[in-house]
C-alpha cells in the first residue's frame, strides 16, 4: 500500500478512488488495523443496558486480546483485561453473562472484585513479598456515552465525547441509553469489516438486493447528516403506509420512542460509528451492529435489537417483525458483501470509482484511508 493509493482515496468524492486491494486482502493490514486503529482508539463494546447490572457482563477479542466490561456495584461499568493475574488463564469464556459479587477464576480460583480487585488467592499464604493490591486486574479505560459502552485499549484516545461529536444528540433524542435488547442475533460473515461497513453507507444496492426494505422507504430518500466526531450518516424517510421497518408492511404495533416528536415518525437514522459500531435509529426501536474482524475476509457481526422497556413490559409485546425483517436483510447484505470480497481477490479487479451518492461510503473510507496515511508518515519519521 502506497501513498499514491490512499491520496487517491482521500480526494474529493467526484475524484476518489476507492481503498486499495491490499486493505481488504492483506493479513498484515488486519494486524496494523487491529494494533493501530482498533487497539488504539474507542470501539464500541456493548449497549448500555448489557452491563447495568451489578456482576453483568460481555466479554470481547480483537486480535489475540480478550477483554470483559462487568457491571459495577456502584452501577458503572469497568473493562480489564479478560486475564488471571495469577497464570494467565482467561477469566470468562461466554460472550456475555452474570457473576454475583466475584469475578473467579476457574483455573485455580483466584477471584477478583468487581472494582477489579484481588480478593482471594488460594495457596499464597507465606508467598514472600506477596502483596493483593499488586495483583488487581488489569484495567481498560471505559466510558459510557450516548447508551453505548466505550473502551479504548491504548488509554490514550481522545476524550470519548470528542469521538461521538455531534452524533451524541441524535443518540440523547432517541433515548438510545434508556433502552433494553429485546433480541441478537450473531453472524460469521465471509467479507472484510471494511466492506461490510461500506455496504452499511449505502442503498443503492437496495432496489435489487433489499426488495422488502425498498418496498418501506425508497432507496434515493432522506438527506446526509453531518457533524463534528468519526462517524458518518444519514436519513431516509418511510413511505406512505409504512411507519417503521418491519415485516407485514412495516405497520406499527408498538408506540413510538417517547421522546421522539411526531416530525421524527417518518425517518429512519443510520450512522457508522468509526471502527465498528452501525446504529439505526427506527420510530420505535434502535437496532445496533458491531464489527468484530477475525481475518481479513472473515468478520464476526453481532446484530442487537432495542426497545423501551414499558413498551417490552406489555402484554403483546413482540419485536419478532423488526427480527425477521433485519436477519432477512442482513443475510442479504452478507451475500453481496461476501461476492464483493471474492471479487475484490480477483487478478481482474483494481479499485474503482465513487458514484456521486457514495458519500457516505467515502466518508468512512476517507477515514480508514486517513489511518493508513498517519502510519506511513510514522515509519518515513
Do not use: Q
Given at each position: 500500500m502506497s501513498g499514491t493509493d490512499l491520496e487517491a482515496t482521500l480526494q474529493p468524492l467526484e475524484r476518489a478512488t476507492m481503498l486499495?486491494?491490499?486493505?481488504?486482502?492483506?493479513?498484515?493490514?488486519?494486524d496494523w488495523e487491529l494494533e493501530n486503529v482498533f487497539a488504539a482508539g474507542w470501539i464500541v463494546a456493548a449497549h448500555a443496558s448489557a452491563v447495568a447490572a451489578p456482576g453483568a457482563y460481555v466479554a470481547r477479542e480483537l486480535g489475540g486480546r480478550s477483554f470483559v466490561v462487568v457491571g459495577g456495584e456502584d452501577g458503572t461499568p469497568r473493562a480489564f483485561h479478560n486475564v488471571c493475574r495469577h497464570r494467565g488463564a482467561r477469566l470468562v469464556e461466554d460472550a456475555e453473562g452474570k457473576v454475583r459479587r466475584r469475578i473467579q477464576c476457574p483455573y485455580h480460583a483466584w477471584s477478583y472484585d468487581l472494582d477489579g480487585n484481588l480478593r482471594a488467592a488460594p495457596h499464597m499464604e507465606g508467598v514472600e513479598n506477596f502483596d493483593t493490591d499488586c495483583y488487581g486486574l488489569v484495567p481498560i479505560r471505559t466510558a459510557m456515552l450516548g447508551g453505548l459502552v466505550l473502551v479504548d485499549l491504548s488509554g490514550e484516545a481522545d476524550p470519548p465525547a470528542d469521538h461521538l461529536g455531534e452524533l451524541l444528540p441524535h443518540l440523547d433524542h432517541y433515548s438510545v441509553g434508556a433502552l433494553a435488547r429485546a433480541g441478537i442475533v450473531e453472524y460469521d460473515v465471509r467479507a472484510n469489516w471494511k466492506g461490510i461497513a461500506e455496504n452499511y453507507n449505502e442503498c443503492l444496492h437496495c432496489p435489487g438486493v433489499h426488495p422488502e426494505l425498498?418496498?418501506?422507504?425508497?432507496?434515493?430518500?432522506?438527506?446526509g447528516l453531518y457533524g463534528a466526531?468519526?462517524?458518518?450518516?444519514?436519513?431516509?424517510?418511510?413511505?406512505?403506509?409504512a411507519e417503521t421497518m418491519g415485516k407485514e408492511g412495516g405497520h406499527l404495533d408498538r408506540p413510538p420512542i417517547a421522546s421522539l416528536g411526531?416530525?421524527?415518525?417518518?425517518?429512519?437514522?443510520?450512522?457508522?460509528?468509526?471502527?465498528?459500531?452501525l446504529i439505526s435509529l427506527h420510530p420505535d426501536?434502535?437496532?445496533?451492529?458491531?464489527?468484530?474482524?477475525?481475518e481479513p475476509g472473515r468478520t464476526e457481526v453481532i446484530c442487537e435489537f432495542f426497545f423501551e422497556p414499558a413498551t417490552m413490559a406489555r402484554p403483546d409485546f413482540d419485536p419478532s417483525d423488526a427480527i425477521a425483517f433485519w436477519d432477512q436483510t442482513n443475510r442479504q447484505d452478507w451475500h453481496v458483501c461476501e461476492l464483493a470480497q471474492l471479487g475484490v481477490a480477483s487478478?481482474?479487479?483494481?479499485?474503482?470509482?465513487?458514484?456521486?451518492?457514495?458519500?457516505?461510503?467515502?466518508a468512512f473510507d476517507a477515514m480508514v484511508a486517513a489511518r493508513y496515511a498517519e502510519g506511513l508518515r510514522e515509519v518515513v519519521a
Open positions: 486499495p486491494k491490499a486493505a481488504f486482502l492483506e493479513a498484515a493490514v488486519l425498498n418496498a418501506l422507504s425508497d432507496y434515493m430518500s432522506g438527506e466526531g468519526a462517524w458518518c450518516g444519514g436519513s431516509m424517510v418511510l413511505n406512505d403506509g411526531e416530525g421524527d415518525l417518518r425517518n429512519i437514522l443510520y450512522f457508522a460509528l468509526f471502527p465498528n459500531a426501536y434502535a437496532m445496533l451492529h458491531t464489527l468484530w474482524p477475525r487478478p481482474g479487479y483494481s479499485p474503482g470509482r465513487y458514484s456521486a451518492e457514495e458519500e457516505d461510503v467515502h
